[in-house]
C-alpha cells in the first residue's frame, strides 16, 4: 500500500482494492490532503495516513520494537509478502475514537508531531459488500495510542500517590497488590499479541475460534475481582464522608472510620485509594484490548462497530475513578478538629493531633490532585518508523 523504496513519498493504494487517482481533492478535516478515489473522496470515517522520509537524528521515543513479519507491518505493507518501505515514518489519525472516548479522557495523550509528507485516507468502513477496508488498522491504531496514553497517565498518577504518602503519612503501608502487577504485565503481552499477529486468541482454529492466553484470563478473572472491591471501598467511604460533620468533625474519628471500610486501618487507606485507581484503569485497558481483538477476527465489521462494545463499559470506568476524585476533593475540604475528652487535654497532645489532622488534609489534597484527568484534545495519532531491518518502532508521541 504504501512506501515504494523508489518513491520517498509512498505510494497509496486503497485497502478496498480498487485503483486511486493521484488528483487531490479538497483538504480533508485532519489537515492532510484528500486522495480522490474514483474522482470522489471516500465516504464514510476514514484514517488519515501521512509518511515523511525519517530524519537523520535519532531519539529515544521508541515505545515498543515490532517484527517486520508483524500485523502492523503487514497491514503498513504495499502487498503481501512485502515490508513497508524502510526509512520512513507513518503517521496515523483516526477522525473520532468510536466508543473509546471516556478512556482517552481518563488517559489524556500527548500531541503528536506534525507529518507534513505525503498523505491517503484510509477508509475505516466498508463502502460496498466485499469491500476490504481499514477498520483493522484502525483499531490497531486506536489500541496503541490509548495504551500509550493509559499507560503514561496511570504511571505518572501512581506515583504522585505514592511520593505525598511518603511525605505526608510515612507510617502507611504501601503494600501493591500482586494481582495488579501480574494484570498489567498481561495487558502490555495482550498489546504486543495485538500489534505483532492480530489477535490474543492462541491455539485457534481455521474459523478463528480460541481462547485467549492463560495470563489474560487470569487478568481478567483478577480484575473482576477487584473491580467489586474498589465498588464496595468507595461505596463505604462516600458513607462516611456523608455522615461526617461538614462544619468539622474530629481527625482521629474521621480517620478511623475510613480505616474502618474493609478493615483496612487508616495505614492502609492510602494504598487502597492507589490499588483502586490501578484497577479501574486497568480493566478499561482490557475492556479496549478484548473489544478490538474481537473486530479483528471478524473482519468484514467497520470500525464504528466498536461504540457499542465498549462505550458503556468504558463510561462506567471513568465515572468511578471521577468518584474517588470527587471523594478526596471533598475529604481535603472537610474541616478537621481536634476531639477534647473530658477534663482537658495536654497541650502537647493537642499539637500532635492539630498537625496530624494537617498532613491527613494535605494527603487528601495531593491525591486528589494526582487523580485529576489530564487534558485530552480528542485526536488519537500513532506514530510508527519503519527500519533498515523491516522491523517497526511504534514511537511516544512528543
Known amino acids: 500500500m504504501l512506501g515504494q523504496p523508489d518513491d520517498p513519498r509512498g505510494i497509496v493504494l486503497p485497502l478496498d482494492g480498487r485503483p486511486g487517482g493521484t488528483e487531490t481533492g479538497a483538504p480533508d478535516r485532519n489537515g492532510g490532503p484528500r486522495p480522490l478515489r474514483n474522482g470522489a473522496p471516500p465516504p464514510g470515517p476514514a484514517l488519515l495516513l501521512s509518511w515523511t522520509p525519517t530524519p537523520a537524528v535519532d531519539d529515544d521515543r521508541t515505545w515498543a520494537t515490532l517484527s517486520a513479519s508483524s500485523e502492523l507491518a503487514r497491514r503498513l505493507a504495499p502487498d503481501a509478502g512485502r515490508a513497508p518501505a524502510a526509512g520512513l515514518t507513518f503517521r496515523l489519525a483516526l477522525p473520532e475514537v468510536f466508543g473509546a472516548e471516556p478512556l482517552l479522557r481518563l488517559a489524556g495523550g500527548e500531541t503528536a508531531a506534525a507529518a507534513p509528507g505525503s498523505s491517503a485516507l484510509v477508509p475505516v468502513a466498508p463502502t460496498a459488500p466485499g469491500d476490504r477496508h481499514g477498520a483493522g488498522l484502525g483499531l490497531l491504531t486506536l489500541t496503541t495510542a490509548a495504551e500509550i496514553a493509559a499507560t503514561g497517565t496511570q504511571t505518572r498518577v501512581l506515583d504522585e500517590l505514592t511520593a505525598a504518602v511518603d511525605q505526608l503519612a510515612p507510617a502507611c503501608v504501601m503494600r501493591l497488590d500482586s494481582r495488579l502487577r501480574a494484570a498489567e504485565e498481561s495487558l502490555r503481552e495482550a498489546q504486543t499479541e495485538l500489534l505483532e499477529r492480530g489477535s490474543l486468541v492462541v491455539d485457534g482454529d481455521a474459523t478463528g475460534s480460541g481462547s485467549p492466553s492463560r495470563g489474560l484470563e487470569t487478568a481478567?478473572?483478577?480484575?473482576?475481582?477487584?473491580?467489586?472491591?474498589?465498588?464496595?471501598?468507595?461505596?463505604?467511604?462516600?458513607?462516611?464522608?456523608?455522615?461526617?460533620?461538614?462544619?468539622?468533625?474530629?481527625?482521629?474519628?474521621?480517620?478511623?472510620?475510613?480505616?474502618?471500610?474493609?478493615?483496612?486501618?487508616?495505614?492502609?487507606?492510602?494504598?487502597?485509594?492507589?490499588?483502586?485507581?490501578?484497577?479501574?484503569?486497568?480493566?478499561?485497558?482490557?475492556?479496549?484490548?478484548?473489544?478490538?481483538?474481537?473486530?479483528?477476527?471478524a473482519p468484514n465489521r467497520p470500525l464504528t462497530a466498536l461504540r457499542p462494545l465498549v462505550e458503556s463499559d468504558l463510561a462506567g470506568r471513568a465515572a468511578d475513578v471521577a468518584r474517588l476524585h470527587r471523594l478526596l476533593t471533598t475529604l481535603s475540604t472537610l474541616p478537621q478538629t481536634v476531639r477534647k475528652r473530658s477534663g482537658g487535654m495536654m497541650p502537647n497532645l493537642i499539637a500532635d493531633q492539630a498537625a496530624?489532622?494537617?498532613?491527613?488534609?494535605?494527603?487528601?489534597?495531593?491525591?486528589?490532585?494526582?487523580?485529576r484527568s489530564p487534558v485530552w484534545d480528542g485526536r488519537v495519532v500513532v506514530e510508527v518508523r519503519s527500519l533498515d531491518s523491516g522491523e517497526l518502532q511504534v514511537l511516544r508521541s512528543v
Open 356 to 371: 496530624a489532622n494537617a498532613r491527613s488534609q494535605a494527603l487528601f489534597t495531593r491525591m486528589a490532585n494526582a487523580l
Open 220 to 297: 481478567v478473572a483478577n480484575l473482576s475481582v477487584l473491580r467489586h472491591q474498589t465498588h464496595a471501598w468507595i461505596a463505604g467511604w462516600e458513607r462516611v464522608v456523608a455522615g461526617a460533620d461538614p462544619s468539622g468533625t474530629p481527625g482521629l474519628a474521621l480517620r478511623d472510620a475510613l480505616g474502618e471500610v474493609g478493615k483496612l486501618g487508616w495505614t492502609g487507606f492510602p494504598a487502597a485509594v492507589h490499588g483502586a485507581y490501578q484497577a479501574l484503569v486497568l480493566d478499561a485497558r482490557r475492556i479496549l484490548l478484548t473489544a478490538a481483538d474481537h473486530l479483528l477476527r
